[in-house]
């Protein structure tokens, strides 16, 4: 699953790069022969579908685009736990009821990246859900409809999904992001400019799957809004990195990675 901005399309776009990419050097060994030249092929084209389909406005309130120099430099509190609890509602599974506050901005970003970057996403009626509950009202509309319409039936297919969203039997599609930290950059009582680093899981488990399930690292700007009772996306981008040397893992067999990602759920993060 790709995320990102496209620039220039009349209002829309921004600084934002997409999370699949080809590699600059020689392929890991121990992924040789799992991927074909059709798959690689295969995945440029699904980036540049993605690319279209969340290219939306990234304009944010006047108030997110100021950034004072004191905010922006290292403070030795950065990267340590405030303490808070997470939210503990959820509508449609998604949680909400972020604190008024610089940690709930990033509480609530942290959250939002994670359904953003996840499979749901290319299901239609789970898509709907999560416009509306993380979506600023003024946003919704339209971007419902670039969704639906970048997300269609024909797209689908050519990722191996049916109309709904699903993989065909014996696979399982995944698209799961995990947060490894969050940064404000900016912040007002009415809005908020989060970073949010992560790594994430992406491609199809099955045996004959020509997509095998990979892993990247990604930073996710979003800004947000306070919308009177919790936080809300106005727009977000996307580039690659920072990413750590790779390990010397194994890679797992498609039943394993299968079966890990059914088994094991998700978690609700608070900076």
Same mark, same amino acid.
């Given at each position: 699953?790709?995320?990102?901005?496209?620039?220039?399309?009349?209002?829309?776009?921004?600084?934002g790069q997409?999370?699949?990419?080809?590699?600059?050097?020689?392929?890991?060994?121990?992924?040789?022969?799992?991927?074909?030249?059709?798959?690689?092929?295969?995945?440029? /084209?699904?980036?540049?579908?993605?690319?279209?389909?969340?290219?939306?406005?990234?304009?944010?309130?006047?108030?997110?685009?100021?950034?004072?120099?004191?905010?922006?430099?290292?403070?030795t509190?950065?990267?340590?736990?405030?303490?808070?609890?997470?939210?503990?509602?959820?509508?449609?599974?998604?949680?909400?009821?972020?604190p008024?506050?610089q940690? /709930?901005?990033?509480?609530a970003?942290?959250?939002?990246?994670?359904?953003?970057?996840?499979?749901d996403?290319?299901?239609p009626?789970?898509?709907?859900?999560?416009?509306q509950?993380?979506?600023?009202?003024?946003?919704?509309?339209?971007?419902?409809?670039?969704l639906?319409?970048?997300?269609?039936?024909?797209?689908?297919?050519?990722?191996?999904?049916?109309?709904?969203?699903?993989?065909?039997?014996?696979?399982?599609?995944?698209?799961?992001?995990?947060?490894?930290?969050?940064?404000?950059?900016?912040?007002?009582?009415?809005?908020?400019?989060?970073?949010?680093?992560?790594?994430?899981?992406?491609?199809?488990a099955?045996?004959?799957?020509?997509?095998?399930?990979?892993?990247?690292?990604?930073?996710?700007?979003?800004?947000?809004?306070?919308? /009177?009772?919790?936080?809300?996306?106005?727009?977000f981008?996307?580039?690659? /990195?920072?990413?750590?040397?790779?390990?010397?893992?194994?890679?797992?067999?498609?039943?394993?990675?299968?079966?890990?990602v059914?088994?094991?759920?998700?978690?609700?993060?608070?900076?």
């Open positions: 699953m790709s995320l990102g901005d496209e620039p220039g399309s009349g209002g829309y776009g921004g600084t997409t999370r699949t990419r080809l590699p600059d050097g020689p392929a890991d060994p121990r992924r040789s022969g799992r991927t074909s030249p059709r798959s690689l092929i295969t995945v440029v /084209g699904v980036v540049v579908l993605l690319i279209a389909a969340i290219a939306f406005a990234n304009r944010g309130d006047g108030d997110s685009a100021a950034r004072s120099g004191a905010e922006n430099k290292p403070r509190s950065t990267t340590a736990a405030s303490g808070q609890k997470p939210p503990e509602t959820t509508s449609n599974g998604i949680p909400t009821g972020f008024h506050t940690e /709930g901005a990033q509480s970003a942290a959250n939002y990246a994670t359904v953003l970057v996840s499979a996403i290319l299901k009626t789970r898509r709907s859900e999560i416009v509950q993380v979506f600023a009202t003024d946003q919704q509309a339209e971007l419902q409809q670039r639906d319409q970048a997300y269609s039936k024909e797209f689908l297919s050519k990722i191996g999904l049916d109309q709904n969203g699903n993989a065909p039997a014996g696979h399982t599609y995944v698209s799961r992001t995990a947060p490894i930290g969050t940064k404000t950059t900016s912040y007002s009582e009415t809005a908020a400019n989060v970073e949010v680093w992560c790594t994430g899981l992406y491609g199809t099955g045996e004959d799957s020509t997509d095998p399930v990979t892993s990247d690292w990604f930073t996710m700007t979003l800004q947000l809004r306070w919308g /009177g009772d919790d936080w809300k996306v106005a727009s981008s996307q580039k690659n /990195g920072p990413a750590p040397v790779p390990g010397d893992s194994k890679a797992s067999s498609a039943d394993e990675m299968a079966k890990a059914e088994e094991y759920g998700g978690f609700t993060y608070a900076r």
